[in-house]
C-alpha cells in the first residue's frame, strides 16, 4: 500500500516531527499507554492530488460545528493509539482527516481507518479559533506531564496565575520560553464539548499552554516541537520547585522585578 506521504516530503516532515514528539512524551513517562494526543493542521500542505483522494470512513460527526474549518486538513493521533507506538509508525497510529462542507463532519482519508483521537472537539475547536484569529499556530498537543498534573490536586495552584508566577520564578528560561503562562481549565469530563469550550475560553484569556485539572495538558503553538517545547519547560520548572522541597526548602523564586527585567529586555507577551 503506498502512503500518502510518499513524494511528499513537506507533509512527511510535519508528520515525522509528531512522530519524535510522541517518542519524546513516552521517554518523559508522560503517555501510559494511549495517553495523551496530537493534532496538526496540514491544509498548506495538502495538492491536487490529494484533494482527489476518495475517503475511507466517514462522514462522521464532530460535535460541533467550526465554520473556521471549511477545506482543512488535520493529521490526528488515533483514539486508544499509543504515543510509543506512533513514534515508530505515524500512519499506522494516526489518520489524515479532511472536514466536509458545513463543517460538522469529517472523514478520514488516508492511510489506514484509523479513527481520531477522543479529545478531537476540543482540538479541533481550538483549531477553528486559531483560524478565527488569524493565528499562525497549527499544532496542537495534549499530554499527562506528571508534575503539572499533581499541581492541580491543590486549590492554590488551581487559582488564576499562581502557578504561572511560581513556574515562571524557579529558572529564567521558564518565562523566556512560555510567556504567556499557565491557564487553569476546572475538571471537566475527558472528550466532552464543555471541556472544548472551556479550553478556547482559556486560550483567548492569552495562554498558548492551558491545564486541566486532575487531568493534563492542552498547548498550542506553530508547529508540535514549538508546543512540546513550552509544556517541556513548564514542566522542568515543577521538577525545580520540587526538588527545593524535597530538599527541605520553600525556594525564593526569583523577584517580581527580575521576572520584570527579563520581560522588558527579550520584549516577552507579559
Ligand atoms: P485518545 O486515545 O482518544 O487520544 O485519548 C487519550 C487521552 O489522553 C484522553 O484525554
Ligand atoms: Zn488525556
Known sequence: ?????????????EIDKVAEVAG????????????????????????????TLPAIDGPRPIGKKLPHLEGCWFYCKGTGKRMRDLA?????????????EGCTHYEIVADQPV????ELPSHL??????LAKGSPYRAS???HPIELVAMTHSRKWMEKDVATRMLWSMIPETKAFCPRGLGMV??????????????IRTLDDDYDVVMWEKHGVFAVDTDVMSAFD?????????????????MGFEPEGMSDAQMQELSDAFGLAK
Do not use: C, F
Open 1 to 13: 500500500m503506498t502512503s500518502i506521504l510518499e513524494n511528499r516530503p513537506l507533509l512527511k516532515a
Open 24 to 51: 519524546y512524551l513516552w521517554q518523559k513517562g508522560w503517555a501510559e499507554r494511549n495517553g495523551g494526543n496530537i493534532t496538526i493542521n496540514i491544509t498548506e500542505w495538502v495538492d491536487d492530488g490529494m484533494r
Open 88 to 100: 515508530r509508525d505515524p500512519m499506522a497510529n494516526g489518520s489524515v482527516i479532511r472536514i466536509l
Open 115 to 118: 479513527l481520531p483521537t477522543s
Open 125 to 130: 475547536a481550538v483549531h477553528d479559533d486559531l
Open 141 to 143: 498537543l495534549h499530554t
Open 186 to 199: 476546572p475538571y471537566m469530563l475527558p472528550s466532552s464539548v464543555e471541556l472544548a469550550d472551556a479550553t
Open 230 to 246: 513550552q509544556v517541556d519547560v513548564l514542566n522542568k520548572a515543577a521538577l525545580i520547585y520540587l526538588a527545593a522541597r524535597g
